[in-house]
């Protein structure tokens, strides 16, 4: 088994995590041990014939991507096991994501809303901070409102996790949709897997514009997407926001904050008119972006 790892800038995090698509079974994976250190981009593969090949292919894609990498041979531990050592359980209030080999050995409360996930190098588990940050957005807006009469929209849905989080938590009519379809037949899995109801959450194969066609309007709207796209988008992402709803939008540098949430404010007020509130959060290096639609 060949251990492949290479060093990458932080603006490149985002865009290959949407180029991987969010896989449920996948050879790569990205790293990062914490704030100030450098991310990586490591991937398992079984001989080193496959690993030139596939770095030839991401190099195809991300021309910015050194032609080198770090090579280690792995004995005696396979792919399988080392993805483990990355994968942790995290918990927000009720909300717990855990990997589902520790299902028996990791305790969660009796009331907690637990989502199970296996995900090989996927992405999409709830391990990037931007995920995170979406979720706490959905938990704050449920603090003052009963769950079951709020609507999720999960917009760039990836492996479903945010979507199948708010099925979690009692929301009432959920939907999310990717322009992948990989994307969109993982979430379906992972609702089979967690136990979830078909007709609790809808899944669809669409982009931006036809997505927020079929979903309608929602209370919550999660956006976990890179910066730019969002701001080409801006018109659907406001206007698919319910009076006194939220917008959270994610996958926001946190150095692009600031330029993001000025974008979006002046969309919203001429969408939406006054009483307009917005906030940001940083999470390490990455950022979200609130807004709020008032009545």
């Known amino acids: 088994m060949i251990e492949l790892k290479c060093p990458i800038h932080e603006d490149m995090v985002q865009p290959l995590e949407d180029h991987f698509c ?8 990205l790293f990062h041990e914490g ?10 593969f079984d001989t080193k014939a496959e690993a030139d090949e596939a770095w030839a292919g991401l190099r195809k894609a991300f021309k910015k991507l050194p032609a080198a990498y770090e090579e280690t041979v792995m004995a005696d531990k396979d792919w399988k096991e080392a993805y483990k050592e990355h994968l942790k359980p995290w918990d927000h209030g009720r909300l717990h994501w855990v990997p589902a080999w520790m299902r028996g050995k990791h305790a969660v409360p009796a009331d907690a809303a637990v989502i199970w996930f296996d995900a090989g190098l996927a992405f999409g588990t709830g391990d990037h901070p931007t995920t995170r940050l979406c979720a706490i957005r959905m938990m704050d807006f449920l603090e003052t409102r009963p769950a079951a009469k709020v609507s999720v929209t999960d917009a760039g849905c990836g492996s479903g996790i945010l979507a199948l989080s708010a099925a979690k938590l009692g929301c009432g009519r959920i939907a999310g949709f990717d322009r992948d379809p990989e994307s969109v037949r ?26 927020f066609r079929l979903t309608g309007r929602a209370d919550v709207v999660l956006a976990n997407i890179i910066s730019d796209v969002l701001c080409i988008y801006a018109d659907n992402l406001i206007d698919s926001v319910s009076p006194g709803g939220v917008l959270a939008l994610s996958g926001i540098l946190a150095k692009e904050q600031d330029s993001v949430r000025a974008h979006f404010e002046a969309k919203c007020r001429e969408a939406w008119g006054e009483g307009l509130r917005s906030d940001g959060r940083i999470m390490g290096e990455w950022s979200d972006v609130a807004l709020f639609r008032p009545l």
């Open 22 to 29: 969010e896989l449920t079974r996948s050879s790569w994976m």
């Open 35 to 44: 704030p100030g250190k450098p991310h990586f981009v490591m991937g398992y």
């Open 186 to 211: 993982v979430s379906i899995a992972n609702r089979e897997e967690n136990g979830i109801a078909d007709d609790a959450v809808a899944f669809h194969h669409a982009g931006l514009e036809e997505g």
